[in-house]
């Protein structure tokens, strides 16, 4: 069974511009969760989305904003990136909203110059 | 609040036990978890506690929880150089699980 995949692995952006990041759970999964990982803030909860809702939302600016599509695969978008959103971006699956195990994708790294 | 604390940096010699523990607030987080990161890689579910139960084995690792002290430990039996990578350790709420909250991580250094 493939795990999580996300696209693309790597990314160089500059100021200003956005992006758009692709995440693929598990399938069978609903969940879809996105996290933001650095090293001085470590890893934060961005938001979730079961059914495509979002159904948490972490305390990030409205810059960054995702969805859900009906087969379950997520994006994530950002726009007028700042330097301080370089970061890796981790999107983690899971079965249902009540089932407790996430599976995580291997990120993608996302550098802002 | 919810907050997740844990100790920086931990350094063993192969063959002993680790111990990485992990403090939290929340007294209402249902499930505990710990995840492994190696370099460059995403994060590994290693093993999860239920906030009912004080212990869970599953092979190599140990999960023991004190719930009244909110103190969670991950014990590493036997630590092989392949164990060295960070660990963190997660709470989540029954029906909110889809949002994790972490403990900075753990650094296991494993010496041959």
């Known amino acids: 069974k493939a795990g999580v995949t996300q696209t693309p692995r790597y990314l160089i952006k500059t100021r200003g511009q956005q992006v758009t990041l692709s995440c693929s759970p598990i399938s069978g999964h609903r969940s879809v969760s996105w996290y933001q990982q650095t090293p001085g803030q470590g890893l934060q909860f961005l938001f979730e989305?079961?059914?495509?809702?979002?159904?948490n939302k972490g305390n990030f600016p409205g810059r960054f904003s995702g969805r859900q599509f009906s087969n379950s695969r997520s994006e994530m978008n950002v726009s007028t990136l700042e330097l301080g959103d370089s970061a890796l971006y981790l999107c983690?699956?899971?079965?249902?909203?009540?089932?407790?195990?996430?599976?995580f994708g291997p990120g993608t790294r996302l550098t802002v110059l | 609040g919810e907050d997740v604390e844990q100790s920086l940096f931990l350094s063993v010699r192969e063959g002993d036990s680790s111990v990485i523990n992990c403090t939290y607030t929340d007294s209402s987080s249902t499930y505990l978890y710990w995840y492994k990161q190696e370099p460059g890689a995403g994060l590994q579910l290693l093993t999860y506690i239920f906030s009912n139960m004080d212990m869970k084995q599953d092979q190599r690792l140990t999960v023991l929880l004190n719930k009244k002290d909110k103190h969670l430990s991950l014990r590493i039996a036997d630590t092989q150089t392949g164990d060295s990578a960070i660990y963190f350790c997660a709470e989540s709420k029954s029906g909110n699980t889809g949002k994790l909250i972490f403990g900075q991580g753990t650094t296991l250094q494993v010496k041959p």
């Open positions: 983690a699956s899971s079965l249902s909203q009540e089932y407790n195990e996430q599976f």
């Open positions: 989305y079961f059914s495509e809702t979002q159904r």
